[in-house]
């Protein structure tokens, strides 16, 4: 009585479920803990970061601004950089545990890739570097400070970290990453196999090749993802996405998103793939950020079946019926001449 | 630079934390799977469940009656069962593997307790029953059918198990039991220790005794409540709660109910524990319902402190400021004359 | 300092208002009563309403079947036809007394248009019907019996004349109808100067012609629109309008339609126009339905000036930059060859 | 076939409705244009309107500040002025045309009542100021600027006065005022005989006395509304009013409050009369707000009839059971020692 989550439409997966596939234990890597975002023109983007979505500046360093989202238990979620051009950096993800960085680290190396311990962030310990195989940059790591709000920012109730924002969308969390890659397919691989993330959707052409792939390292749906990139460029950016608390939330961004021109790329409309209701724009730097909401939906199911769309399924566009837009196969971080 | 998780205030939790506390893995119980519901009038209570909450029958049986929320994947949500009075009778909970399962039999069985095998609901494999300290049926369960719909309640989208439907609230899922128990100390403790609960919230009395206590099995914030029984019985049942995806459908629900004559004991409002948004009901067996929103709070951190309230900072009521009703502390099932 | 409202932006009007023009006075028709819809497939057509749309049905006779929504204290709501063409049939207009009926026929008539009283319907007086100047039927008329819900729809304040349906979407009234017509100016210009619609905006195209005029008879901002025909047909209907109580019941309704079938033309998103919230669906028999949701926008300036959107305005799409879909200028009813 | 409106629920009025009483015409007052607040701390009472509501302060002038909500397209909304005590000052009420204006000036001199002429505000022509019989301070005017946004503030729709605030709640409109009076039933005839308000909803005393009453001059359902002063003192405030968009708006609100340290008296809840949803706080002066919305329910019959509601009925509470919170009768403004 063992069976095997195969690809397919949860309405037809009917079966007894008696033992998963072997995986490294979820949780090892506990969630991402913040990213790194370049920009060439970092005023104005972290004015975006702060005005438009209502995060709050905790530190600055150089060319580094470090900032949070209200509900982050951390120091911070994203840090902004300056850069001659837009793009993704590091990508830190939080390990459960010392004993879950470390295998996590074993793991990447028996895959045969290197890194190197680095302490240059503020707010958390040590973060050992390296990089997927398409090159975007990956840090693990564990210890952190648990954040502190200062008497202005503290909140109404002791089980939230910070108060909420009385100022732009006020975004509650960093909520997935969202990389180009030359090859999905390796690249998902690597996370899947040394980070021990799940993947629960992915697009596969009709020649087997597989166009984007959806994983997770939590009971959310998906917290990276990676997205075939149509240049053969590597280690690009998507999209960055912060999750809010409501729908309404998404349709007042938009509504502030129009009357302060910050540019709405689509939506306010809700994927097919993860049902999240999204609204994506470019901050000013060029980047492109998603708001997010996935309402309540979490995945529990210990075996969560890999969920496989097709292309003739996506060619219904989202779930409502929109058509994805085109600058959604276009534009990407760093742009590709 | 170790940190040992302290109850307290998140926003005076400044400490580098390098290792948490040993614990059972986090997964070996995936989440509460569902939950038997004694009433004295069956029919009136499945109309309730699928009229108003908007549930679907899938399969009776003698007495017993198996209900499914939409976003459920397994064969049924909760059991409605005939009983001379109201109260709850199983809670069936899912491990993450057969391993997972039996690791946490061993350890009820290292606690001292007896349980037993049976066979004896549709859907799911061999259950293994026992009783938490304050007498609530347990059962431990990992075989599991998933849930296929029939074409009428076939969703629109491939990732999602049912329609969502169109009558009544729609709840998306079960989404915690609030248990009444007569040492909430006691009782807790076992699940934390046997079963891998982790403890999130609780009540602390001025004279030390834990009033009420809030545990997880999964990144919800809680599943499993036990509030001390102002009584001293044993066995009883304090709620029953459902997810919906939006804090309007519960706005929509209290308006549903008050113009079909659903009691409405509280709410809509927001607890300052957890901050959950509520809607408390009866259902006409007399077991109480809450109909509850989360937004998207998560607890991702792996060391999430244990957050204590006081006695004082109780009296301040929920969330805004409504003072937490009489009948709250009256109002448990089965009645104790 | 007498100020003539002009066509403009509201930003750029900054005036003394004194007098505002003659025109008949405010209120002389109160609102639209309700429409007629007509449809080759009768029974799926009141099926989509009542099964989706969440109206009553409140009598049939013949081919007529009468339908409320929630909140109207009228008979019906809107009538459903057979015929053999989907399209638009008679609208009522509820004059605000005998007098004020009395007054609109006279305009009518001095505008060398006629007309003849029929007593055809339950639940109100006699009617006086006519037709607009591109063929679309309208009738007047004052007497009405206020709805009397019966036991089983009686709602729980005594302030709603029915209960909230637990069932569809929920909508709470006929909101507005969109004529297509061939000359909008002309038949705007009548409505306007005989029953005393005020237009509240319009698309002027570069060569100068009218291509769509909003008119009100209430302070919502708009009750009957009327669209530019392209095939240069006559008395044929863009789309028949139900106003929710809020922008989540539009996204509610989206999921519903996605999980049973609905055809969703476009949407949700918000006009430019208007700023209404809106999802476009197709019932059965052809028309469109749009569900809309204005806010608590309300017209309340009684001089509120003529707002004209630009060929140029109008190619920047709807509100958050969503383009028209192509159908909304290819698809009225009844369907020309 | 004549009805005459009749007190009662509106599931009981079946009635063939033919002409409606005599009463001014709807629409010689348009609605409110702006009031004015006293309050002891006019910095801290403006920082309350501008921070938490989302208000945009639009000019100073010795001890007044003028404010404006988004979606008015006037001057100003509110005058917060410096006094020793907080309070309602002037209530302005904008007339639908200079006629209109001659009209309720002369019927209030008809009724016995003097008034003069002032032109001491900003944006607004000459303004004739009299008081209800309890001493409230009224003033009827026609002539107003409209208003143009600066650079800054200008929306990105051209339909809309002012860009939506990206801080605070961002109300649309002050909506209503609810004064306290000596005697509602003759402070309520004068509004309703002399300046055409009309009554929707009454609560009568078991004993025949009217303890509350609303009225309107839109079609919004309320806009003045008087409770009787149970200090039996005159000109007194229970509060002023302010819609929001959305219901998630009034919880956002509460959130911001809670955080922010903003005293929340009650809510958010459901109004039975009425069927608002509501929060109350009070500002820094003193003077209690309301936040209020009241989905898409407007009064469109000519002859809606009065609802009056009994002692037994509002023992029930507010729509979903929540007791009328006691500082509901103690607290007005000024305090009454």
Request: proline share 7%; net charge negative; glycine share 10%.
């Amino acid at each position: 009585m063992t069976a095997t989550p195969v690809p397919g439409n949860l309405t037809t997966l009917k079966r007894m479920v008696a033992d998963t596939p072997t995986r490294p234990p979820l949780g090892d890597i506990a969630h991402i803990g913040h990213a790194q975002l370049f920009t060439p023109c970092p005023e104005d983007t972290v004015a975006f970061f702060t005005g438009f979505l209502g995060l709050t500046v905790n530190g600055r360093d150089g060319d580094h601004t470090y900032l949070r989202t209200w509900d982050d238990y951390e120091h911070h979620s994203i840090v902004v950089t300056r850069r001659d051009e837009p793009g993704i950096g590091r990508t830190a993800l939080r390990a459960s545990s010392s004993e879950a960085l470390e295998r996590r680290i074993q793991a990447v190396r028996d895959a045969g890739l290197a890194g190197e311990w680095v302490e240059d962030e503020p707010g958390v310990g040590p973060l050992w570097v390296t990089t997927d195989p398409d090159g975007h940059e990956l840090a693990l790591y564990h210890e952190t400070t648990w954040y502190e709000a200062p008497a202005e920012l503290a909140p109404g109730l002791k089980n939230q970290p910070q108060a909420k924002p009385g100022h732009g969308v006020g975004v509650r969390r960093l909520d997935h990453i969202n990389y180009l890659a030359a090859d999905v397919a390796e690249s998902t691989g690597f996370v899947i196999d040394t980070l021990g993330a799940r993947p629960t959707e992915q697009i596969r052409l009709d020649g087997g090749r597989i166009a984007a792939r959806w994983q997770t390292f939590t009971q959310k749906s998906y917290d990276l993802v990676y997205t075939e990139d149509w240049t053969g460029s590597r280690g690009r950016l998507h999209h960055l996405a912060f999750a809010t608390d409501t729908r309404e939330d998404i349709l007042r961004a938009a509504d502030l998103a129009l009357d302060t021109g910050v540019f709405i790329e689509t939506g306010p409309h809700k994927h097919a793939i993860q049902q999240t209701f999204f609204l994506y724009v470019y901050e000013p730097g060029g980047n492109r950020i998603e708001l997010c909401n996935p309402l309540t939906r979490l995945v529990l199911a210990p075996e969560w079946p890999l969920i496989t769309w097709t292309e003739t399924e996506r060619k219904k566009g989202q779930a409502w019926g929109l058509q994805t837009i085109e600058s959604f196969h276009t534009h990407g971080t760093p742009p590709v001449g």
